[in-house]
């Protein structure tokens, strides 16, 4: 049979994408290097009703298998194993095929590879899935980045297999070769924040109001009804209610190690964040957060060293159900904030790299599917809709109201916060990006004058034009800068 | 005449550096790709005592004027014209000849240009600057890294040129090629942080405190006479003071724009942080205040959007004097962080590469010439010697105790911060830093739990050993992913 696509790589992620697809009634043809996941997939593709798909072990015959112009999904590891499985496809592919890249690829090994098939006329189409092992199996979400024709020739497969919601499917065409992994990095980073900012709320909530588990699951259900309705709020719910099936005794959460592991993905999002001067930090501070618990012998040697508040009698009053109330705006408004950071990163790519992604599109792509699909993503889809150029999310009127409804609440969250010893570097992290971002002033003039005492690096007036450089000191006249920039104005 | 070194490359900084050495009697060959520089200089020499100093525009002629084996310093722009200069010079160059780079170069260009010299025989030393132009002309931090021989020929001429301490010169044999570098972007990345702690403490004294500009230079002067004493609030205290020179009313530091440029140092801190797995959340919080700073357009417009606490106001009582001193303890306390973050990453690069840089030395060279230069320095230094392995500055006794004697304090200038909407970014991620990895246990199990859930990446536990992946719900039986790994123990 002549197979409407192929896929390669049959770990976990490329086997459920691969019966996604089927299930739709395409003909997927599936290849992997060792050929017992070939053989897995093809039984579980007959397990589940029977789909769709035929199974190669040898590369050449799994490229035969695929009708013309080819199109290709690979799911191998990000990196090496890439470019292995790009070498191998392509000595049998054509002028015209496609391969798609769903890995969590860096988008420069994207740009790269797009560069090196271009001389056999093979198109290269980054496209970041997100929603894990059940997303890839039930819907995704799909972010695709590459040649339009090359978009146009799998759009039909992709938005038939992407997770479906109000107004569509959760994939679009995001802009050329690079944009699609540079938005899905993004979507993670943004994963990375929400996860910590989640964090921060449960151990306020155990360690300040000494909540059992079943009453934090209540109140993460119960606010899973609310504008904070989510997966991630909804998945919480569920885990701190889980019952632990090792000991049969107390619950998975509390036998957890508090070691977080990580990938590619969140680090380089912070790495970009600074490559495009786009200040971060509530993404920042969960990687932070991920580091410091790796280090959990250092941790468990310094507790006895460094010294916290007793967490039980501080000073500062709290009130259990304003506290909770607190919790909640204070977690909306730090969620908000580092979507709008998220943004502004690919934002600020999309215009040094001439990409043109859309971020309402983006916004509306990560309602379903993905990890952070949120039900308040339409309102930043509305807002991004409403006015493409907008500077910065928060500044959006409906946004900037909502934000503006909560400071009061995620001041008193992080003065308890505080006072109490519990680390909550995204929540605060969050509220200093709010609080630095709505200065018309900062303190930025010292560290201007700071720059030019010491290296003389001039600086720019709030009453004229032109640039300055001050003799803060008469020693600053006998210093070579002199003979070439005058105090005042140069 | 026969010159003890060469300097190419005569902007101020160049300038200066070659006279520093003349100064100390060392006979200098100047060169620059324009001769007017080199005319500049040499006319400098003669004005500043008749100093040894000869120039020449030729490059080959330069190179010439050098005793065998030749030694010299180039300091022009990191980037393409330091491979320029190299190319330049290097053809005239002999086997055993060195090359000192003394710009803020990119370390792995350093590594590179290495390897590229090694087959001419020609070493290679990168070597961190500090100081601006006034360090370079009497005396700067000189922190270089390269082949032990190559250091053996310049530390004659080094150790007499670098700031001079009670414990000997600013300078050390720090590692091979690539450590000075990275030790002098780190000492950069310090620097922002250090600059980002003191605008924080000027913004709460002038928005919260309502101090005049006089009040607050009379405050950072005293604080220089005590464990805070340090050329950064040394300036702090003379720029505040500084009356304005271009209107002759009022103040400079009330003149000057609160837009902040920056270089390359302090974003590639933060980008090798995260590629080390170290949290330096004081250090990125610095930069993420420098690009905010700059959108200065999009401040103003939100400012009128976005609300925040009447800063006069605020329920949180305020008692100045008591402030003053919070503000005293908070300032060391964050600085002492972020010293420790800086340390770490240059802890962890030096593991990777094998680097074996001694953390003590790097604080004892700080302690005179560069920006960072601070008797607490002294300090740090003594902690890291008493201990070489110490996993973490702040957990050395000396150090920690004056941590812990502050951090009621230091609690307190964030709540005043908080409450009163003044950002303090800086500060409070300091404290979110100590308040983290004072702890033995962190909320990191819940964010593994929701790895677990939604991308099964298993977890560990606290009460036995073992990689462990829970059944979260009935869902989670039927995806794939349980083909290979069973609920429990795998």
């Not at 509530?282 to 507790?303: C, G, H, Q, W």
């Amino acid at each position: 049979m002549s197979c409407d696509i192929g896929l390669y790589g049959l770990a976990v992620m490329g086997q459920n994408f691969a019966l996604n697809m089927a299930s739709h009634g395409f003909k997927v043809c599936v290849g992997n290097r060792s050929p017992a996941k070939v053989e897995l997939t093809v039984n579980r593709a007959k397990d589940e009703g029977d789909l769709p798909i035929v199974g190669s072990s040898d590369v050449e015959n799994f490229v035969q298998q695929l009708s013309k112009p080819r199109k290709i999904i690979i799911l191998v590891m990000a990196g090496k194993p890439v470019d292995d499985t790009i070498a191998k496809l392509s000595q049998y592919l054509e002028e015209g095929d496609v391969i798609v890249d769903g890995g969590n690829e860096w988008f420069h090994n994207t740009l790269r590879r797009s560069k090196e098939l271009e001389p056999k006329g093979i198109h290269f189409v980054g496209m970041g899935i997100s929603g894990g092992e059940e997303g890839a199996r039930n819907g995704p979400s799909l972010m695709p980045g590459g040649p339009k024709v090359a978009y146009d020739m799998i759009e039909p497969i992709i938005t038939k297999c992407a997770a479906q919601v109000n107004d569509g499917p959760c994939t679009a065409y995001l802009g050329p070769v690079g944009a699609g992994n540079y938005v899905k990095m993004v979507h993670n980073g943004i994963e990375y924040g929400d996860m910590q900012l989640t964090g921060e709320v449960y151990d306020i909530m155990k360690n300040v109001l000494k909540m059992s588990n079943d009453e934090m699951a209540a109140i993460f259900e119960e606010w899973n009804k609310t504008e904070l309705e989510s997966y991630l709020i909804e998945i919480t719910s569920k885990i701190l209610a889980k019952k632990d099936d090792v000991t049969n005794e107390g619950y998975v959460v509390d036998y957890i190690l508090d070691k977080t592991g990580m990938k590619g993905t969140g680090r380089w999002t912070i790495q970009e964040a600074a490559e495009r001067s786009v200040a971060a930090p509530t993404m920042a501070a969960s990687l932070d957060a991920r580091y410091i618990s790796a280090r959990k012998d250092e941790r468990v040697k310094a507790s006895t060293i460094l010294k916290g508040p007793e967490m039980t009698s501080a000073e500062i009053p709290v009130h259990k159900s304003q506290l909770l109330d607190d919790l909640k705006s204070a977690l909306y408004a730090a969620k908000v904030c580092s979507y709008a950071q998220g943004l502004g990163i690919i934002k600020a790519c999309s215009n040094d790299m001439d990409w043109n992604v859309n971020l309402s599109e983006c916004a509306r792509l990560w309602k379903g599917g993905c990890i952070i699909r949120a039900a308040f993503l339409q309102k930043i889809q509305d807002a991004l809709a409403r006015d493409a150029t907008l500077p910065n999310l928060i500044v959006d009127p409906v946004i900037a109201a909502e934000l503006n409804d909560r400071t009061a609440a995620w001041r008193r969250v992080s003065v308890v916060a505080i006072g109490y010893g519990v680390a909550t570097p995204a929540l605060t992290g969050s509220l200093n990006y709010f609080d630095s971002y709505r200065r018309a002033s900062l303190p930025a003039n010292l560290t201007q004058a700071q720059r030019d005492f010491f290296g003389g690096h001039t600086y720019e007036r709030t009453d004229r034009d032109g640039v300055f450089h001050c003799a803060w000191t008469p020693a600053h006249h006998s210093i070579g800068n002199i003979n070439e920039r005058k105090a005042g104005e140069v």
